[in-house]
């Protein structure tokens, strides 16, 4: 069964950071391009970072740009979202989401749960 599983949420202060991860099972990602993102209660769900298939080009909303990091970890089978400097903004529920040889992370193949991410002091 291919499936997707986030970790790493939780709840942290303003300044903090959070590592998130989304690993695989059934699949490898090394073929595929990894999405995350976010959704906040009232609102529409936004893309977050992007890294691509083959060659790893990684991309971030302006929101995030300068704070959040996204890597591959192959050996691992998991993509991280490092999140620093967090705001209260950035509350939301994260899901991660693979493409399958992909420059880009638009109408995604697989879908995680997603994990909760609570900024707050």
């Known amino acids: 069964q291919l499936q997707l599983v986030e970790s790493g949420g939780g709840l942290v202060q303003p300044g903090g950071s959070l590592r998130l991860s989304c690993t695989a099972s059934?699949?490898?990602?090394?073929?595929?391009?990894i999405g995350w993102f976010r959704q906040a209660p009232g609102k529409e769900r936004e893309g977050v970072s992007c890294?691509?298939?083959?060659?790893?080009?990684?991309y971030y909303a302006d929101s995030v740009k300068g704070r959040f990091t996204i890597a591959r970890d192959k050996a691992e089978n998991t993509i991280y979202l490092q999140m620093n400097s967090l705001k209260p903004e950035d509350t939301a529920v994260y899901s991660c989401?693979?493409?399958?040889?992909?420059?880009?992370?638009?109408?995604?193949?697989?879908w995680g749960k997603g994990t909760l991410v609570t900024v707050s002091s």
């Open positions: 989401a693979a493409k399958r040889l992909s420059p880009f992370c638009d109408d995604m193949d697989y």
């Open positions: 059934g699949f490898h990602l090394d073929n595929y391009a």
């Open positions: 890294i691509s298939s083959s060659i790893d080009d990684t």
